[in-house]
């Protein structure tokens, strides 16, 4: 099958092995991978600080960019957020682009399939410790979040647990926010950054040998904060830790 | 209490345009690390007994939905509700009061005073009378007012107002309240024992309910058929205030009306469990007109809500019962305090009600937020409170509650970000410059994002780099 990556702004340029990673991972998948060039961003920083109308230039050149494909895989649940809840407002091909548009994990999950990911016969030994973000969590509904009382479903640890040898480790706070927020991280940035030390406490606190997360975003703030506190516990996107598990890796 | 000690309560913090600063105020919150600590523990406490007191609801989100549909069809005609509501209450012998606004329910209230002559009042904790400034007021024409709720009593004697719109002294610890009773009440120092300053607080306000001319309290629930009121305590002081004193008023906002007595057990079943996660309140205390020979009266509080009804975007958020679910989740607010908010009601739902008062004034609230949604995933009456917050960060911005850089910059911002070309070149000048400066330099030059962050290393290429070198063509 065909299908686009978008590498948001942040991990194009902040993290291209996540991008790397997810590209690889997907061509062992079968997966034909087209990378056009033409969308950088989902317009959201602005629009979470408050302007969406700077945003929507962003927004409508990436609707224009993914409109010629079936199916647009995006690496952060956050942008996949905004595009799924903006996208129809600010072009005609918005609507059919914002459905066709899919997370990593939920790509891997909803349309690769579990099956077709135990064939990878990835392994690793690890206890990770997940941390999905908050839009990928409770905006798309990767898995059922603490509030609701709702059965139990979690397409990250699902799409995790297709690697032999791979185990979770409990945190105390499961789904608690860890306080990147987009701009919020720079307006709040006291209590931005002590919601960082704690989810990194929590995480130390079970065991965990590392973080396993949806979102670059969060792993950029969490990394930072544990680096100033002289901790560094790996932090990986899931597509890092498929394509290695897989043994996939020549970037 | 005087009125000048009413006058001293904690104010805001306020930047130099006179708007609450909440990241100021967040600021000097988190610098107390253990007190940090422990407010987001004691907070989180909560939030888990709420959990377990939802599980043990199997129809949970279908009551959440039932809620949430029965508050928007009375909030979609609430004029004939409240219409209908006025007429019950009347032909049970309950005076029926309208206010525009605090002011005029201030006023009121008074009037209902004066004409009996009453100087000493017991209230059960109300935030719509905190909303309204109503204990200065009173005070200020010589009236003595008590709160009678024990966590409100202790921010009274402290002359602060209430941080937390269901647990008004959360930001205290034991050892201070203790103090606090020693000084005013006479207990002896260094007492902290919660049952022994429980007790001491039972007695000092047992000799109040009694030498009482006047009770008050809030509303939880209005019920339109039946035109009674019915108000929810732990305590129980609700009821010794209206058994007792020879008036009764009870203040409520215009959107705590229910259509039916037989909705009431929907929003009973909720709101104790959101709030504290109880299977039920010990109190629930309907109240159906006057005793013989006392005078009951219910003022119905607008002060913004028919505005808020008229907002497309924001009516929702007139479905709250006040259960302060949102708040104990909220990460920001377990972390921050509710102070820091310097609105009545703190936290996400404080949040979307108060911008709406004053625009200006209260534009950094939708902004004290992640988004994280979990407010929204816990309100038991469905509100959209993340989406409710990221609109109030558009309407903030457009009425100007912005500095001039910040609305340059996300101009700037929106313009690189929607051309791949200047990003990738903004994105190779960033990562040079992480390389080049010396750590603490760049970590100053980030703002905020410095702050307890250690900056990115940054990668030797960016992934468009990547795609040009290894998969040519694809792009």
Redesign the interface.
Known sequence: MRAALF?P?F???????V??AA?QLLERLGVE?????????C?Q??????????????L??LVETFAPFTHTIVLSGSCTTHVRQHAAQVARLGGPVAQRTYEFCEFLHDVIGLDRLRALAASDTRCVAVHIG??A???LQLAT??????PAMDKVRAVLGTVRGLSFAPLQ?P???C????????????????????RLDDIGASGADAVVSTDVSCM??L???G??AGRTLPMLHVAQLLATASGIGG? | MTASSTASRTLPILDAHGAVD??AG??RF??DVDR?TWH?GAL?FVREKR?RG??S?PE??RLRDLASAIKSHTLSRLDEYLERFERRATARGIQVHWARDGAEHNEIVLGILAARGARRLVKSKSMLTEECGLNAHLERHGIEVVDTDLGERIVQLRNEPPSHIVMPAIHLKKEEIGATFHEKLGTPAGLADPDALTAAARRHLRERFLGADAAMTGVNFAIAETGGVVVITNEGNADLGTALAPVYIASMGIEKLIPRAADLGVFLRLLARSATGQASSVYASHVHGPRPGQAMHVVLVDNGRSTQLGRGDFWGSLKCIRCAACLN?C??YR??GGYSYGSTIPGPIGSVLTPGLDVRKYAAL?????????C???CPVKVDLDQQL?RW??L??AAGG?PPL??WW??A???V????AL??LA?RV??GMLRVLPPRLARRLA???G??????E??R???????RA??PG??
């Not at chain 1, 991990?11 to 092995?17: S, W």
């Not at chain 1, 991978?33 to 961003?41: D, E, K, N, R, S």
């Not at chain 2, 939708?366 to 979990?374: D, I, Q, V």
Request: overall charge positive; proline content about 8%.
């Open positions: 590498a702004c991990v194009d340029q902040l993290a291209p092995g991008a790397i590209v991978v087209a990378l056009p060039g033409g969308a950088a961003c317009g920083p602005p629009a979470n600080a408050g302007d969406a109308r700077s945003g929507d230039a962003a409508r050149l908050c839009h969590l409770r905006g979040p603490s509030e609701r009382m709702l706070r789904d608690e926010c306080g990147f927020g987009g701009s919020f991280s720079v307006g709040e940035p006291a209590v931005s950054a002590r919601m960082g030390r704690d950029l703030h990394s930072a904060i680096r100033a970037a | 909440h990241a967040a600021e988190t610098a940090t987001d989180w959990d939802a599980a609801v949970w989100e989740t990460p920001v972390r921050s939708p902004f004290a937020s992640t988004l994280c949604g979990s929204s995933a816990v990221y960060r558009q903030v911005m912005a910040k609305r996300l101009r911002m929106g313009g970000l929607a051309d791949p990003l990738q994105g960033a990562r703002g905020g994002w702050t307890g962050r250690a900056l990115p940054p990668p290429g960016s992934f468009r780099d990547w795609v290894n998969r694809r792009s």
